[in-house]
């Protein structure tokens, strides 16, 4: 019942947000802005808004524009030196999770000088303790899917160890967010749908995790709620802006409910699987595993109550038996066109099944410390082997 509640970032969360930037209480000392490796941020206008508004605020900035799909320790280490040369006082991520995530590593690693690997408290990271404060960070999200911008958690692929892990620490939490659904209106159908199902199961895995609390329950089913009335949308029209807002806040939550309770082994598998093929994005591969994964924990009975509920959320009114909440999750992954995607096309292959189940066990062994039933290595190979096409 209990719950430990601290998000201390200020959200905007309305349509033209960003234009509200310049009158804000911004950060002293000049911007470091990050962006992604891609043109979307620039073909799209949203940058040069962005820029504006800096300007407007009489703030100097330098643009770092080498984040990829995936982050990955060298793209933080070459964002942090530019920092530094340029003697930035503060971050500013446009763009989605990866943008955000990769913005929080830069601000500690520019701070507290070394590798970003030397604070990461997990599989082969060295945990060294953050002792400077990091530069503080605005979040302006691009995208509905991850939540970044109201969490402290940065996930980071480290290409030398095959690793991807989530560090979390308080003094990554932005001290600013935009969640302007106009930036998300020109996400393309097929990425609106990974970034949706990815809200999606950051709500769904915190309700059926064992830090579960009343609280976050509230977050998750708000956030589930929502997904369900307006992802489809989102997907079929994305310049529907009721379906965008809807999904911006579903997302929102969704980052929120993480500081609550905590994703289950579902992330930590697909984590091991991006590691492996950088070029799967992180929702596609959580709609993959989603039918196998939610209905190994549906057998063994793990919370048949809270998969019922999960049910009548997603619109099955007369759900009575917790199989219906996979039901409605095929249901919607067809809805959105995302429901024969395939491990085999990014190169997976079910010899690399019991890597990755080492993989994931390993280096996100925190997530799996959720779950309300232990996942056994056997366990997570017969997962990957029914989720496989």
Known sequence: MGYNYYIPTKIICECGGL???????????KALVVISCGKSAKQSGALDSLLNELVLAGKDYFVFDK???????????????????????????????SVMDAA??????????????????????????????????????????????????SVITNPETGEKIGFVHPDMFPVLSIVDPELTAGVPPLFT??????????????YIANKANMMSEMFSLTSVSYVAK?????????????????????????????????????????????????SLPHGAGLIMLAPAYYTHFIEVHACDDRFI??????????????????????????????DNLKMSDYGIEPKDFAAMADNAASSMARVFANDRVPLSREDCIKIFEKSYR
Request: aromatic share 6%; charged share 15%.
């Open 309 to 338: 509920q999960l049910a009548k959320t997603m619109g099955k009114g007369n759900a009575d038996k917790p199989q219906d909440f996979v039901t409605a999750l095929v249901c919607l992954m067809r809805e959105c066109g995302v």
């Open 19 to 29: 234009k509200k930037l310049h009158l804000q209480a911004l950060p002293k000392g």
């Open 104 to 153: 929080k590593a830069i601000s500690v690693v520019a701070a507290n000088g070394g590798q970003w690997w030397d604070y990461v408290a997990a599989g082969t990271g060295k945990g060294q303790p953050v002792r400077n404060k990091p530069l503080p960070i605005i979040a302006i999200t691009t995208t509905a899917g991850t939540g970044s911008e109201a969490d402290a958690t």
């Open 230 to 278: 307006y992802l489809a949308r989102a997907v079929k029209d994305g310049g529907d802006l009721e379906a965008r807002e809807g999904m911006s806040f579903a997302n929102t939550l969704s980052g929120m409910v993480m500081t609550l309770s905590g994703c289950t082994s579902k992330h930590g598998l697909e984590h091991a699987m991006s590691a492996l093929s950088p």
């Open 193 to 206: 749908a990974y970034q949706g199902f990815d809200a999606l199961f950051h709500a769904t895995e915190c």
């Open 67 to 97: 984040i990829p799909a995936n982050p990955t320790t060298d793209a933080v280490a070459e964002g942090a030196q530019a920092a530094v040369q340029n003697g930035c006082g503060f971050v500013v991520a446009l763009g989605g999770g």
